[in-house]
């Protein structure tokens, strides 16, 4: 073999042979979420993983095939291992007391699943199956591993990247999607209201409190066990005070090396092939307009519960009954501080925001009933 024929035979080897126009369109978006991601600090622990998944995949199609190192992380998504344990990672890290001390908050996450299944019925009269319908809703929640969890017990695997990107997205870019809305339906007034400092939580509370919601829940839709077991478990560890490594490791390590997998599969869905479908143009349109609608829906019953303490609730909070914790949170402490910055509305929209959590499990769950799964 000469020289010239090494040269062909490496120039045949090269990405720039076997590559068409659409992988060059989602390397350039990979390299824009990239750039979110790092310059913008917009949730890199998310975004970094998706968008190098979707660089990889892109750049080099067999790495999501069968054999390939990516379709083995895919495997865990499919199996519903990796959604579980972000939850129980998430569970580990995250403090119910707001929510313990004031159960009202129930019904502001509650409110703010209005979006989910808003979107569902749009979903079906714009041509989706009711499967596919339920599966895209979700990204209403802004809760990625439940969107990943849902597309999968319902077959939904050729939806899936569209939706866990969308899901992803939504939850990154909270901070910008969220203030408008928020504005436009509160008063300045409104913005400004203070809520009185919550009850303090006993111990004994704190331990009951994963018990007692995993009974309820898990009793009445056995099919949220997976999710809100996982929840619960992590809190369960957190808060009993007896197991600080198996806190430690579920919160840090196995958080982190799970979001590491599930981050770089997801995005690796993403191919030009699997993704620039008229279709996805349509999830991430109605995931948006659900996120949209579950925000609003939140604002709109905190202004209800507003009038009805006599002006003792700031409705800011109920934007925070989406599933994005803790940025949803912080988003109604950041535009309520705009306002009167020395409002403190952190802990008091803490309790919606983990509610949200709970809420689009549930209603996670509600939907694999309605299909008998």
Same mark, same amino acid.
């Given at each position: ?76 998504? =499919? ?53 596919? *319908? ?16 849902? *597309? ?5 695997? =050729? ?45 004994? =509370? ?41 806190? =430690? ?79 949803? *949170? ?18 008091? *929209? ?24």
């Amino acid at each position: 073999m000469n020289v010239l024929d090494i040269l062909k035979n490496l120039a045949n080897q090269t990405v720039f042979v076997s590559l068409e126009w659409g992988n060059y369109v989602m390397i350039i978006v990979a390299l824009g979420f990239l750039y979110l991601a790092i310059a913008k600090g917009f949730e890199p622990l998310l975004l970094v993983p998706i968008s190098f998944g979707m660089l990889l995949v892109n750049l080099y199609p067999p790495i999501m095939e069968d054999g390939g190192l990516l379709n083995y992380f895919f495997k865990l998504d =499919e199996w519903a291992i990796l959604p579980c344990l972000i939850f129980m990672g998430v569970g580990a890290q995250t403090d119910f007391a707001p929510l313990i001390s004031n159960p009202k908050s129930f019904i502001l996450g509650a409110a703010a699943q209005l979006g989910i299944f808003s979107a569902y019925l749009m979903a079906i009269a714009f041509g989706f199956n009711a499967e596919g *319908a339920a599966a895209i809703s979700i990204i209403g929640g802004a809760d990625g591993p439940t969107s990943i969890f849902l *597309a999968m017990k319902l077959g939904q695997t =050729e939806l899936m990247g569209p939706i866990a990107v969308a899901a992803y997205t939504y939850m990154s870019l909270v901070p910008i999607i969220q203030p408008p809305i928020m504005k436009l339906l509160t008063t300045e007034e409104e913005r400004k209201i203070k809520m009185e400092q919550l009850r303090p939580v006993s111990k004994l =509370e704190k331990i009951l409190f994963p018990i007692v919601v995993t009974i309820v829940v898990v009793a009445i839709l056995p099919s949220t066990a997976p999710l809100i077991g996982m929840l619960m478990l992590g809190n369960l560890f957190k808060e009993c005070g007896v197991t600080k490594q198996l806190t =430690e490791t579920a919160s840090n390590a196995l958080m982190y090396i799970t979001v590491i997998l599930l981050g770089t599969s997801v995005g690796a869905t993403t191919s030009a092939k699997a993704f620039l479908k008229a279709d996805t143009l349509l999830i991430v349109a109605l995931g948006l307009i659900a996120f949209a609608i579950g925000t609003a829906g939140g604002v709109l019953f905190g202004k209800l519960m507003c009038k009805l303490s006599g002006g003792k609730i700031n409705p800011l909070i109920g934007s925070a009954g989406v599933s994005a914790v803790p940025m949803a *949170a912080r988003v109604s402490q950041k535009v309520g501080s705009k306002y009167d910055p020395t409002n403190f509305l952190l802990m008091h *929209a803490m309790g919606p925001n983990v509610a949200g959590v709970i809420g689009t499990a549930v209603a996670a769950g509600i939907f694999m009933a309605m299909f008998g799964i």
